[in-house]
Nanobody
Framework: QVQLVESGGGLVQPGGSLRLSCVAS????????MRWYRQIPGRGREFVAH????????RYLDSAQGRFTISRDNAKNTIFLQMNGLQPEDTAVYYC??????????????????WGKGSPVTVSS
């Protein structure tokens, strides 16, 4: 049974930091591109970042570049999203996701094979 379990979300003040984690099980983790998406109520899921299977190449949403860092630990089937300089517009539910390596250039939500249940992040003073 495939599971992606996120943790680390919460309430943070503008300019603050959070580190999201996602533990995966039930599939060949080290063969998949791993991603983070986010969703605001009433809107579709937005690609935030992804990292290749080896953990050597990453790509980010333009507004996340330079503030967020995605990483993975294949020995622990875990990915992370370090978020610094958080702003109110970063408020959303953040989802961990897995996609086949062949879909590296297709980051729409439809390209995802597996989803976590999400971790809410609220940036507010």
């Amino acid at each position: 049974q495939v599971q992606l379990v996120e943790s680390g979300g919460g309430l943070v003040q503008p300019g603050g930091s959070l580190r999201l984690s996602c533990v995966a099980s039930g599939f060949s983790f080290s063969r998949y591109v791993m991603r983070w998406y986010r969703q605001i109520p009433g809107r579709g899921r937005e690609f935030v970042a992804h990292i290749n299977a080896a953990g050597t190449v990453a790509r980010y949403l333009d507004s996340a570049q330079g503030r967020f860092t995605i990483s993975r630990d294949n020995a622990k089937n875990t990915i992370f999203l370090q978020m610094n300089g958080l702003q109110p517009e970063d408020t959303a539910v953040y989802y961990c996701a897995a996609a086949d390596w062949s879909r590296w250039n297709w980051v729409a939500a439809e390209s995802v094979d597996y989803w976590g249940k999400g971790s809410p992040v609220t940036v507010s003073s």
